[in-house]
């Protein structure tokens, strides 16, 4: 069955050190998310990228950068980490951005912790 | 710009009750809508989703959804609630990007 994976699942890290999140998707889905979920905001955008070599900031980037070398994979990297930056990290996927029924499909979240 | 608002951060019914969940969006356009479902460490899972092609919504658990372009909303319903409906909701606008709501937290109470 297609999936999408995050790893690793949790992570400790300290301030300013870089840190880089994995999302793999086997939907072979053109879009791909990162989100940042904290208590009282929702999910938050933080880039996505709509095929290969494409990447876009959404509404909280500052911090944060990815990089689309394949359909598959959309590594979420945070260059200095920082304690703002202590949240759960969602990826997601869709196919299609024109088609009005186009659900996103969610992976299973990283719990990052910055001391 | 596009906006949703879930007009209530924490519900609580008991089992076997109505459940009731609001959603209200901001769109330019013809909107189509989701609802997530997000149990305690776990993912976002769809529940159900609006498409334009009707305006009640079926989704899984016995979940269902009214859409209402004339008040905006998109408000989630479910006759009688479970134990295990206990989670956090989250109404999406979909689109170009998607744009969820706060969340409304479910409880219910035995």
């Known amino acids: 069955d297609a999936e999408i994976t995050q790893s690793p699942r949790h992570k400790i890290t300290e301030t300013g050190r870089q840190v880089t999140l994995a999302c793999h998707q086997t939907?072979?889905?053109?879009?791909m998310f990162w989100y940042r979920q904290d208590l009282g905001h929702g999910l938050r955008l933080i880039h996505y990228s709509y095929g290969v070599q494409d990447t876009n900031k959404g509404e909280v980037s500052d911090g944060y950068s990815v990089s689309r070398s394949n359909t598959e994979d959309l590594p979420l990297t945070l260059e200095s980490a920082a304690s703002s930056q202590t949240s759960v990290y969602f990826c997601?996927?869709?196919?299609?951005?024109?088609?009005?029924?186009?659900?996103?499909?969610f992976g299973p979240g990283t719990r990052l912790t910055v001391l | 710009a596009q906006s949703v608002t879930q007009l209530d951060s924490h519900v609580s019914v008991s089992e076997g009750t109505p459940v009731l969940l609001r959603c209200n969006y901001s769109?330019?356009?013809?909107?189509?809508l989701f609802w997530y479902v997000q149990h305690p460490n776990k993912g976002l899972q769809l529940l159900l989703k609006y498409t334009s092609a009707a305006t009640l919504v079926k989704g899984i658990n016995g979940f269902e959804a009214e859409f209402k372009k004339s008040e905006t909303s998109f408000h989630l319903t479910k006759p009688s609630a479970h134990m295990s409906d206990a989670a956090e909701y989250f109404c999406c606008l979909g689109g170009q990007n998607f744009v969820f709501g706060p969340g409304t937290r479910l409880s219910v109470l035995p």
């Open positions: 997601a996927s869709s196919e299609y951005i024109t088609v009005s029924y186009n659900e996103q499909f």
């Open positions: 769109s330019s356009y013809s909107p189509s």
């Open positions: 939907w072979n889905h053109n879009n």
